[in-house]
């Protein structure tokens, strides 16, 4: 993407998240990464009258077999770096903090946190509005009400959370609440069942999306889940694969049960990673209608499963019920006011 085009998407994205004069906006990236983006949030804080700097890490070391380990931020042995983070008021994080102990600890400081990772094309396409935060809030609200929360499918999923031990949390794409982290773009809202109250049957079916496999599922995966951990994985290639990566962090913990709840953005495309095959998916946890779930770490609501093993589950057509009302219906948002304009 041009050089202007860049700066004029990241102006756009730092107003709606607050940033004005009197504030200091910090820029965390690690190596080489994504020095494009690092210029244009240094110009677009200035322009907006705030103080500026960006600090660069050394690149990250290669995880043990070459897996998406979350949680390992580069900044555990460099606690000068963490503290300088802390003194600012927003961080643009170009490195993927989410997991780590130093984001939470930055956050604590009151430090606002925005991700960055996507493809810039993406990055223009999903540009948050008010509207969409306005939308995902109604979602986060109702979701935050309910005390169990019920998935369905037509090939053959029900599963059941327990709510209310975990916040909700939701993600619109910008944030300008001191101390709060939003991932840029995003649409939806999560929570997660308490730690032994997850059960029931989940079939993940064609078209399913595996986050960080990046790719969609070909054939049934059949999950059994007890008492908030997957006890069985059944299926062809994609059940296998599923199997193979979570076995090999060789961790109990990484068949947990984490957050859950569904997407929003109907700018978002469920081919977008066809599209995009560079990102890390947001656009896929992101779109309208979809219910995903994740397995892995619940660390990111306050739980106690740090695991570095980490998969998010967007799937399509889908049905959830928080205390038996419809909330989704295949795949469809049922609540006028979480539907676009056009579609109320
Ligand atoms: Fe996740």
Known sequence: MDHNQLNDIFVRQLTLSGVREGETVSVLSRGGERADYADAALFAAQELGANTFHLRVPPAR???????????????TNPVAVEALKQTDMLIDLTFLLFSKEQFAIQDAGTRILTVVEPPELLARLLPTKELRERVEVGAELLAKASSMRITSPHGTDVTYQLGRYPTLSEYGYTDTPGRWDHWPAA???????????????????????????????SPVTLTIEKGFVTDIRGGLDAELLSSYIKSFDDPRGYGMSHVGWGLDERAHWHGLTQFPGGMGMELR?????????????????????????????????????????????????VPEMRPAARR
């Open 188 to 218: 939806f809202v999560f929570t997660g069942g308490t730690d032994d109250g997850v059960d029931g049957t989940i079939v993940l079916s064609p078209g399913d999306v595996l986050l960080p496999f990046n790719t969609y599922v070909q």
């Open 286 to 334: 992101s779109f309208y209608g979809n219910v995903m779930f994740s397995i892995g770490p619940n660390n990111e609501l306050g739980g106690p499963n740090d695991t570095p093993c980490h998969f998010d589950i967007p799937m399509r057509g889908c049905s959830l019920f928080l205390d038996d009302e419809a909330i989704v219906l295949d795949g469809d948002l049922t």
């Open 62 to 76: 290669a995880a043990a077999g070459g897996a998406w380990a979350v949680g390992d931020s580069g900044l555990g």
